[in-house]
């Protein structure tokens, strides 16, 4: 079940064209979606791609897919880090910043809008979003542009484009752990 989120949400990140996808899921056996995700890091570990969950309640979990080695160049540039230690981050290491950002999810106090830079969104973008509260974006795709909106449109068109190959190499057989691309 859980691979059918992982083509429709996650191929970019499968492609190596993109850092990281989350996808919320329905469940109804915490120890089943458990389960699926611990086979799911078995098949797609030695590839690059790790999976896990931020955040699990009301019968729903937020799914976090990412490519290990890219997550940890992005938490280790210098921009970026300075950016999250005004978070609340004292480490960059992929480890910590993950138990952070799940941490950050469970106050509820608000929505850990820095999770753009654990998927990879450009920093400008991140900053951007947070200080306009999400308005005043020159365009929007997978995120709201407030910087170079010429290359994000064209990634949105590579993301939308590898989308729509890997859901029909799906369908016609090709496995998930067949259509991720090693690190």
Known sequence: MIEKYLIEYCSPTLARLKTANLFSISYTDREELSSQISICNQQLNEKGIYVTILRMGGEKALIYVYRKSRLEKELQGRETSEFLASYGYEEFTETYAIARLRERFSKREDFPHEIGVFLGYPLGDVKGFIQ????????????????????????????????????????????????????
């Open 132 to 183: 306009h509260q999400g308005r005043h974006y020159k365009c929007a795709g997978c995120w709201k542009v407030y910087q170079d909106e010429g290359e994000a449109r064209k990634l949105f068109g590579k993301f939308r484009k590898c989308r729509a190959v890997y859901q029909e190499l799906f369908q016609k057989g090709r496995s998930v752990w067949q259509l991720t691309v090693a690190a």
